[in-house]
């Protein structure tokens, strides 16, 4: 048995909780444009999904989404306030519930006397949407996984702590992948640690529309009058950013905010959504999230990292699941994300040096 923490949204003038299905659903016809497509996200049959928003449409008093001929389904502005509330909450609150509840398990398990029964398998990922979906799947397949958020350069030191740990990065292609590489090096072993690709995704500037003008190049950061938010020191799209901003020559100190830092790429575009900074450095998907504007600056590849310890049945069953079609399909609606390589095996040495593998 394992506790987890969730947050509960309750209607104030009734002891009625609001259907958890709902926000999913919102968040997926966001991505989506499709009531059937968020249905099948979600696990539920169209019919079911239209009941639900026909229910809260009626509660609310105000339409939640819109359907419109030609043009599939669109969020109305109190649906998009519903999701990006709930992002927000996430990315603020989610690591400090999950964080207590690991806790209180181990407690409860040292109070057991079962904290030596088994070790248990941990994985250490950097932020990623489609994580969410990998660990949905483990869950199905009751895969036995407690998921951790780390950034991409500390999740890949937890690979030396434990024979047990399955780690997730992301790692810039072209030049900056050569720029990178020292860094990471020291810490990918292909003769220790197996790496399959789980998707390909974009990264650049996430900012207000009203902003186009004055961002068409990432130089534009360097406006005093534009407040910039940063992700935390050893996270990948950190490590990125300063790579980028060093081969534009650019100033970190002429950059209104550049120590201003949040933990997730959605927790980037909630702050700019909601005034308190104009621009930050993310994924496509999170800036579509909130319906931001995205200036694309480079192509990255998410890659799972597994101790080859680990017991073979395992990774076997990490690896199908990975290649499964279900997942790649729902990669493939991320904005910016590409699922054309997922669960393919890759080296170290052409992850770090694409340009010289392919040489060779």
Not at 329 to 352: E, S
């Amino acid at each position: 048995m394992k506790i987890d923490f969730d947050v509960r949204w309750l209607i104030s003038d009734s002891e009625q909780e609001l259907d958890p299905r709902l926000l999913d659903l919102l968040a997926s016809i966001n991505l989506t444009a499709s009531l059937q497509a968020a249905a099948v996200d979600v696990g539920i049959s169209y019919r079911t999904a239209w009941e639900i928003i026909r229910h809260w449409n009626d509660a609310f008093n105000t339409p939640l989404c819109t359907l419109a001929r030609g043009k599939g389904t669109s969020l109305t502005p109190l649906g998009q306030k519903l999701i990006q509330t709930k992002l927000a909450i996430d990315s603020n609150y989610a690591d400090a519930l999950h964080a207590s509840a690991d806790k209180l398990n181990i407690e409860i398990d040292t109070l057991l006397g079962q904290s030596n029964k088994k070790e248990k398998i941990t994985a250490f990922t950097s932020h990623d949407l489609s994580i969410n979906f990998l660990q949905d799947l483990c869950e199905e397949e009751n895969l036995e996984i407690d998921f951790n958020a780390r950034g991409s350069l500390d999740a890949l030191k937890q690979l030396q702590f434990s024979k047990y740990n399955i780690v997730g990065f992301h790692f810039p292609d072209a030049s900056l992948a050569k720029q990178l590489a020292p860094e990471y090096l020291p810490l990918l072993d292909d003769t220790k640690h197996l790496y399959i690709h789980l998707a390909t995704r974009q990264q650049g500037l996430i900012f207000k529309p009203a902003l186009s003008k004055h961002l068409k190049e990432l130089t534009g950061i360097t406006r005093r009058a534009i407040k910039f938010i940063n992700r935390q020191q050893g996270s990948g799209t950190r490590a990125i950013f300063d790579q980028l901003i060093k081969s534009e020559g650019i100033n970190k100190n002429k950059i209104n905010g550049y120590k201003k830092e949040e933990f997730t790429h959605t927790a980037v575009a909630a702050m700019i959504s909601s005034g308190q900074a104009d621009v930050g450095f993310g994924l496509k998907a999170a800036a579509n999230q909130f319906k931001l504007s995205f200036l694309p600056l480079i192509h990255e590849t998410y890659v799972i990292a597994l101790n080859k310890s680990l017991p073979e049945e395992l990774k076997n069953k990490i690896r199908a699941i990975i290649k499964d079609n279900k997942l790649q399909n729902k990669i493939n609606k991320l904005p910016g994300y590409n699922a054309a390589q997922t669960g393919k095996l890759i080296h170290a040495k052409k992850l770090l040096y694409p340009s010289n593998s392919k040489k060779n």
